[in-house]
């Protein structure tokens, strides 16, 4: 993986501003550790950071083609699952190669086919190809928003990058935030609506969406999206697809010139994957394949069971590296470390993000990337499946909003009263929820119940994943580690879309048709497992240090905070001895010391940015 940016402006001559470039791109340098490289014309300047994970040794971007009288140069930030078959389809039409890496097989493909080569890819990508002769710049995201892609347009300036950091490196763009960004922030956070960038100006291309810029201006559209259709095959033939496509999903993610391990937490996802992975190692004569888990420091003596999180990893982990016979690495964090990656992770993000949920994911990755370069991830297969407790909770279904966030109104009341009759919050996340059911694609014939479980999927797949993809992927790539995610594989995604509720919860457990489809892979125990999340600290010393250090941003009266909440209730509940916030308000996992973590975070990201509210 990498991290790619660009500026194009029909004004300047950018050969003039190298050093504006060079700014923009080293801000990316965490995401591509390994080589640098930029690309400057009149009116386009690319840039690139690279993590060599295919073809070390070539591969160099941005790179660049002639054909004819043409030139085309390309800046990409993924993996191709699909690059061998595409390559020998492009050598059959006449393509010659002169590197085994996939950023070339990309550029031919967008030489040969146009804007219509992503329609070819399987895999996870945002690039951005220049087109000399037509003057344009393509760009193009994943189908599912696995890489992400950000960009900015405005007084007759265009950049992208792929964080928002790139862009907030060019010197004439302010870090200025409105009443939505605040919203997105106070009210959502820390999920975002696709496509709010959070910073006046600045948009995220959307998952499945392409855009052209030339001198005609900027023209968008969705190349991809879910489709309803019925479903054509009984519950085995079911299980006997999914096995077929998440094997072949997962097969080939599994291809790398550099070191693959995968994470495992004992749950029916990592250890499908875990499972499958090493029985690909065994086939192919690989070495023992390595897993990592991550837990705290006395966690086994403060876990409390709950229905969000029914029961510790531990055991199940141990027992699914015996059965797969990995190398298991078990990575252990304190709070210290923890509380002193609230502030990091910010800056990974470039805006307030899941706490400790976001800084035990960046220390965790920080430890595998001291032995591996690529991980593969069970991520999304709980929205895709539909396993989280909101799918079955008789309160989240019936609820008017989202159902990873039904405590809104404990928000709230943190709040200021100006902010609150600024942002209108309950008003906007409404307006953001209607949206968002407006667009699902309804199957005819379908009871209320079917549908309802539809609109369940499309909240899950469209609003919840992204929270989680941006997550890995920030995580992950502040410390270049690149992490791949088989489940959202589109050929799987499609099918599992149009799959009935009935059949998808099948033996009346969730994710029971994924189940069905991985017996024999994995032990009876394993694969009979409740779901349980990512695991987080129950030590009773984060609680009291992030308390501590949001009684100490109340104290100091230069707080960009203060302006935004009501003081007097974040105090009395910071100063409360009694537990609170014990329901998440996001998610399974943020509960009152994520509350005090986030904001924290938000008071971080105020300062560290100087951010102006206009």
Known sequence: MCGITGWIDWRKDLTQYPSILENMSESLMARGPDAYGTWISQHCALGHRRLSVMDPENGAQPMIRKQGENT??????????????????????????????????????????????????????????????EQSLFLARDRLGVKPLFYAHWNGMFLFGSEPKSILAHPDFKTEVGAEGLAEIFAMGPARTPGHGIYRNLFELKPGHCMVYDRNGLSIKAYWKLESNPHPDDENDTALRIRELLIDTAQRQLVSDVPICTLLSGGLDSSALTSIAANHYKETGQDQL???????????????????????????????????????????????????????????????????VDGSLYLFCKEIKKEHTVAVSGEAADEIFGGYPWFYREDALQANTFPWSLSLQNRVDLLSPELIDWIKPEQYVSSRYQQALAEVPRMAGENEKQNRMREMSYLNITRFMPTLLDRKDRMSMAVGLEVRVPFCDHRLVEYVWNIPWDIKSAGGREKGILRQAMTGLLPEDVLSRKKSPYPKTHNPNYLEAVRKWVLEILDDRTSPLLSFINAAKVRQLASSEASTYNLPWFGQLMTGPQMFAYLAQIDTWLRTYKVSIR
Not at 305 to 333: C, G, L, R, V, Y
Request: aromatic share 14%; net charge negative.
């Open 72 to 133: 085309y140069t390309v800046v990409y930030n993924g993996e191709l699952y699909n690059a061998s078959e595409l390559k020998r389809e492009l050598e059959q039409r006449g393509y010659k190669f002169k590197t085994n890496c996939d950023t070339e097989v990309l550029l031919n493909a967008f030489i040969e086919w146009g804007r219509a080569c992503i329609d070819k890819f399987n895999g996870i990508f945002a690039f951005g190809a220049w087109n000399e002769q």
């Open 290 to 356: 390595h897993t990592y888990s991550i837990d705290y420091v006395d966690n086994d003596k403060h876990f409390q069971a709950s229905a969000f999180q029914p029961n510790s990893d531990a055991p199940w982990i141990k027992k699914m590296s015996a059965f797969a016979n990995t190398h298991h690495h078990n990575i252990e964090f304190d709070t210290p470390e923890l509380v002193e990656s609230l502030k990091t992770v910010v800056y990974a993000r470039d805006t307030p993000g899941m706490a400790d």
